[in-house]
């Protein structure tokens, strides 16, 4: 893969990722902004990760038949301008439709990504690419998040605007046409997911993503209603699972080659549970900052691992594996954003007990999904 074209894969997910995680931290500012709950204000959360979800499906599909370049030239224009009108806006209203166009035109990029780097790149180099991908959006997430606790809310979705149009520039005079890898228009998720491989992946994607973000998004509402932090504070502490994820996604992915996928897999996860029962206790700031250490470092273990598995599918399913990990980790996610809301509008600490609980059970019962990577050769990657 030429390195003009893989570091503009990595600036678009940049520009993707500036205010993912910002949009929880910025709950409570919105939410004093609109006169609102933080609660109702929260729903931005997931109107974005649903649509995101969904729409991943035909992005993989899609890009087979139509060439690449042209869909992402029509989805960063369309997402800088969502942003664009999110950070215009007046009425929650407004937002709520702003942040809905942002997961649908965003939607295309991962794919696409994990698309190329698994046809253009050597499978036991993958994992340190997909790594370096996945950092760049890491980086992008932690500077949104540690703006956010110091500008105004608007200009977390105006920023990625006027950088998502000056990067559309970019794009239209250097990202290369990918027509050679064109082929008719087919979505083939029936025999992807008639595979046992497939669905014991997904799965497992879906069970980790749910829980999460079931977590993750409501933590900027905890140190608030719990723990009476201000927004500032809140900013720093999210923004420290952003910091601690750019090393997670690159010694991760690197480790994912050296060591076996499933291995940083499980790294990951023990890393997350024991990070969530942590949070039952009143630890002091300072402790509870290395919490936040842990935890995105766990996740982005675990994000890396499973990440590059995909990569290793079949090649009559990289499309569809593609588009699912996106598709099925969003509605996961936005699921998991309810879900963990309704709980946590009971307890914080009755959430972190089912949700710590939960993600125990899934590390105790792996040998239900049966994974075992080899290093090499994609017959051996499940037993």
């Not at 720093?236 to 897999?265: N, Q």
């Not at 002091?284 to 290793?312: E, K, Q, R, Y």
């Not at 049966?370 to 090499?376: G, W």
Request: net charge positive.
């Amino acid at each position: 893969m030429k390195n003009t074209t893989f570091s503009i894969l990595c600036l678009e997910g940049a520009v993707l990722s500036f205010n993912v995680a910002a949009a929880a931290a910025l709950i409570p500012s919105i939410a004093s902004d609109f006169a609102l709950s933080q609660f109702v204000v929260g729903k931005i959360v997931w109107l974005y990760m649903l649509p995101y979800g969904l729409a991943a499906f035909f992005y993989g599909p899609l890009v087979r038949a139509f060439d690449a370049r042209r869909v992402e030239l029509v989805c960063i224009f369309l997402f800088s301008l969502a942003n664009l009108a999110a950070g215009l806006s007046q009425n929650i209203d407004t937002l709520f439709v702003a942040r809905f166009f942002m997961g649908l035109f965003g939607a295309s990029v991962i794919p696409l990504g994990l698309i190329l780097i698994a046809k253009r790149v050597s499978q036991n180099k993958r994992g340190g690419y997909i790594g370096i991908f996945f950092g760049s959006t890491f980086i992008a997430s932690l500077l949104g998040l540690f703006l956010s606790g110091i500008i105004p809310w608007r200009l977390i979705f105006i920023i990625p605007a006027i950088l998502g149009f000056i990067l559309w520039i970019v794009m239209y005079i250097y990202l290369p046409s990918f027509k050679e890898d064109l082929g008719r228009l087919r979505f083939g998720y029936l025999a992807a997911l008639s595979n046992k491989k497939v669905i014991r992946i997904f799965v497992y994607i879906f069970l980790i993503s749910m829980i999460y973000h079931a977590v993750q998004q409501w933590l900027g509402v905890y140190f608030s209603t719990q723990r009476f932090l201000n927004q500032f504070t809140i900013s720093m502490l999210i923004t420290l699972t952003s910091f601690s994820g750019i090393f997670g996604e690159f010694f991760g992915g690197h480790l994912a080659d050296k060591i076996g996928r499933f291995r940083v897999v499980n790294l990951g996860i023990l890393a997350m549970v024991l990070c969530i029962f942590l949070l039952l206790l009143k630890l002091p700031l300072t402790l509870l900052g290395l919490v936040m250490i842990i935890w995105g470092a766990g996740w982005t273990f675990n994000h890396v691992g499973l990440s590059t598995m995909l990569t290793d599918l079949p090649d009559e399913f990289l499309n569809e594996a593609a588009s699912l990990n996106s598709g099925v980790r969003f509605i996961a996610g936005g699921l998991g954003v309810g879900l963990g809301g309704l709980i946590m509008q009971r307890s914080f600490n009755l959430g972190f007990i089912v949700f710590g609980s939960a993600l125990f059970l899934i590390l105790f019962f792996e040998r239900v999904f049966r994974f075992k990577y080899a290093l090499v050769g994609k017959e051996d990657f499940y037993e």
